[in-house]
C-alpha cells in the first residue's frame, strides 16, 4: 500500500440516493488528500453535478458497456490503464464495478472495495446488513480515512425562485419512484389530498419528479389545480436548491428524498414493507420516517400530522 497517494480513482455510478450518499466520502477524501489528483469515474446523469463541487478533478463519464460489447471493454480497460491510478475507493461495490479491477493492468493500484485480492477490501461479512452511510464510513476506515461526513451540499449557489415563480412558503410532493415496485409508492389520491390540505393551509404543493413519472404527477395537479408540477423541469443542482428553501417535503423512498433530506429541508419519507430504513433511509438534520407495510393503508391526515414544516 502506497503511504500517500498522488493520484486517485472514485467510482460511483449510481443511482440518484446512492450517489448522493456517496458525497460524503468523496468529500472526506478529498480532505485526506488535498494536494492528490482526484477523478470520479460516474454515469452521465450524475457528471454535471458532481462537477459542481470541488472533490474532483477531473470527472469520466463510464458508458457501461454490455458483457458482449468487446470494444467497450477494451477502451474501458485502456482508459482505465492509462489513468495511473496508485489508489482507488470503488464506493459503488457492485459485480460490475469489482471487475474493473481485474481488467487495470499489473502492478494493481491500491483498492478500497470488495473486489477478490483488493488490498483494502472492506472485509466485514455483515456489510450487506448495513446502513449506506455505516457501510461506506467502515469501508473507508479500513482504508485509513476515519472522519467521512454526512453528505453537505453548501457548495450549489442559490436561484432557482424566481425561475419557477415560487412564493415564499412551499412544501415539496415526490410521489415518484421504481415503475418496477409500485408498493413503494403512496397512492396518487392520498398525494391529491394532502396538496389539497396544503394549499388550503397557504402552503403551495410543488411536484418534483423524472420525465418518466409525468403522467403519475400530471394527475395530481390536474386533481388539484393550486399543485406546481415540475415534473422534468429541475436539474439535480435544481432540486437541492428547491430543497434548502422549502418548508418540507413529502415523498416516498426514492432518489430526490435523499437529495431533497441532505440538503436541510425538513422531510417525510414513507416507506412500506418493499425497502427498509434501517438499510436505506433518507439522512439529513431534519428527516421523519413514517411506515406502513401496505401505504395504501397511510391515510393523508396521518401524513399531514406527521409533517414538521419550517
Not at 425562485?161 to 415496485?181: I, T
Request: hydrophobic share 40%; proline share 6%.
Amino acid at each position: 500500500m502506497t503511504a500517500e497517494p498522488r493520484n486517485i480513482l472514485i467510482i460511483k455510478l449510481g443511482a440518484l440516493g446512492d450517489f448522493v450518499q456517496a458525497m460524503g466520502p468523496c468529500a472526506a477524501i478529498r480532505r485526506a488528500y488535498r494536494t492528490a489528483r482526484i477523478t470520479l469515474l460516474t454515469t452521465g446523469p450524475y457528471a454535471e453535478f458532481a462537477g459542481q463541487s470541488d472533490y474532483f478533478d477531473d470527472i469520466w463519464t463510464d458508458c457501461r458497456p454490455r458483457w458482449w460489447q468487446v470494444g467497450g471493454w477494451l477502451a474501458l480497460k485502456r482508459q482505465l490503464d492509462d489513468g495511473s491510478f496508485d489508489r482507488v475507493y470503488d464506493l459503488q461495490t457492485s459485480d460490475r464495478s469489482s471487475f474493473y479491477y481485474r481488467l487495470l493492468q499489473r502492478p494493481k493500484p491500491d483498492w478500497s472495495g470488495i473486489a477478490a485480492g483488493c488490498s483494502l477490501p472492506h472485509a466485514n461479512p455483515q456489510r450487506d446488513f448495513m446502513h449506506t452511510i455505516e457501510r461506506q464510513r467502515e469501508q473507508l476506515a479500513m482504508a485509513g480515512i476515519d472522519d467521512v461526513p454526512l453528505p453537505r451540499f453548501d457548495w450549489i449557489g442559490n436561484g432557482t425562485d424566481n425561475e419557477f415563480g415560487l412564493p415564499a412558503k412551499y412544501v415539496l410532493l415526490v410521489p415518484g419512484g421504481s415503475a418496477g415496485r409500485p408498493g413503494k409508492r403512496w397512492p396518487i389520491l392520498h398525494y391529491i389530498a394532502l396538496a389539497k390540505s396544503l394549499h388550503e393551509h397557504e402552503r403551495q404543493p410543488v411536484l418534483i419528479g423524472a420525465a418518466d413519472e409525468a403522467d403519475r404527477n400530471a394527475a395530481i395537479s390536474r386533481a388539484c389545480a393550486q399543485a406546481l408540477d415540475l415534473t422534468g423541469r429541475t436539474s439535480i443542482a435544481d432540486i437541492a436548491r428547491l430543497a434548502r428553501q422549502a418548508s418540507g417535503a413529502v415523498g416516498n423512498d426514492n432518489g430526490p428524498m435523499h437529495l431533497i433530506a441532505a440538503a436541510g429541508c425538513p422531510s417525510l419519507v414513507l416507506y412500506s414493507a418493499e425497502s427498509d430504513p434501517a438499510l436505506c433511509a433518507q439522512r439529513g438534520p431534519d428527516v421523519d420516517i413514517l411506515r406502513r407495510d401496505i401505504l395504501a393503508d397511510l391515510r393523508p391526515d396521518e401524513v399531514e400530522a406527521a409533517i414538521r414544516l419550517r
